[in-house]
């Protein structure tokens, strides 16, 4: 089945450029998403992208993909104590009608001041 | 985008008893999902809520101990039978909107079972 990957824990200084990646195995992967669930809330989409797609990016958020590794990486600009969270991505593969999210472990954000 | 609204947002109950959860979306969906997420980790697929017909559950998740219903395009329940401190958790439901393809999320309903 597929599999997506993270790191758990990443820590950086305000303002500082923070970058969260993840691996996934699923070649037919057709949408990428990366979701922000903060302490108490429920999850937030940030931005997603398609597979056919090599970057996209978004005001502060710059989404990379590496469709031969199968990586993809969530880059926040200017990092603020807002951003502290947990990021989630995900995936899902249209092309075999599987429209539900498959979800990484997710990777808790701390921002210092 | 999508609005969608879960109730209750909480509650804490006794072991044996049953919750059912309501998700209610303001836009027409193609596709709405149930996810559990027990503390301290990811999302886990329960079922896909099909309109009409019977929810297609993911291995290790049944009909019996989480009976789905859904109506109509908008509407759709997530019971969580004969509960046990194990189903504990917070319970999403997720809606796929017509002609987008983005899958946006409810507030979850947080459950504590004693």
């Known amino acids: 089945g597929e599999d997506v990957e993270q790191s758990l824990f990443l820590s950086v200084r305000e303002g500082d450029s923070s970058v969260i990646n993840c691996t996934y195995t699923d070649s037919s992967s057709t949408y990428l998403y990366w979701y922000k669930q903060e302490p108490g809330a429920g999850l937030q989409l940030l931005t997603y992208i398609f597979s056919n797609m090599d970057m996209k990016q978004d005001q502060r958020l710059t989404v990379l993909l590496n469709k031969k590794d199968k990586h993809l990486s969530l880059r926040i600009a200017d990092t603020q104590t807002g951003d502290s969270a947990i990021y989630f991505c995900?995936?899902?593969?249209?092309?075999?009608?599987?429209?539900?999210?498959?979800f990484g472990s997710g990777t808790r954000l701390q921002v210092q001041p | 985008s999508a609005v969608i609204s879960q109730k209750p947002s909480r509650d804490i109950c006794q072991r044996g008893t049953s919750l059912t959860i309501q998700c209610q979306v303001d836009?027409?969906?193609?596709?709405m999902f149930w996810y559990r997420q027990q503390p301290g980790q990811s999302l886990t697929l329960i079922a896909t809520?099909?309109?009409?017909?019977?929810?297609?559950?993911e291995s290790g998740f049944v009909i019996d101990k989480f009976p789905i219903s859904r109506p109509n395009l908008t509407f759709s329940t997530l019971t969580v039978s004969n509960m046990s401190p194990e189903d504990s958790s917070i319970y999403l439901c997720?809606?796929?909107?017509?002609?987008?393809?983005?899958?946006?999320f409810g507030p979850g309903t947080r459950l504590t079972v004693l």
């Open positions: 997720s809606v796929e909107v017509i002609g987008y393809n983005e899958q946006f």
């Open positions: 995900a995936e899902s593969d249209a092309d075999t009608g599987r429209r539900a999210l498959t």
């Open positions: 809520a099909n309109q009409g017909s019977e929810a297609t559950y």
């Open positions: 836009s027409q969906v193609t596709m």
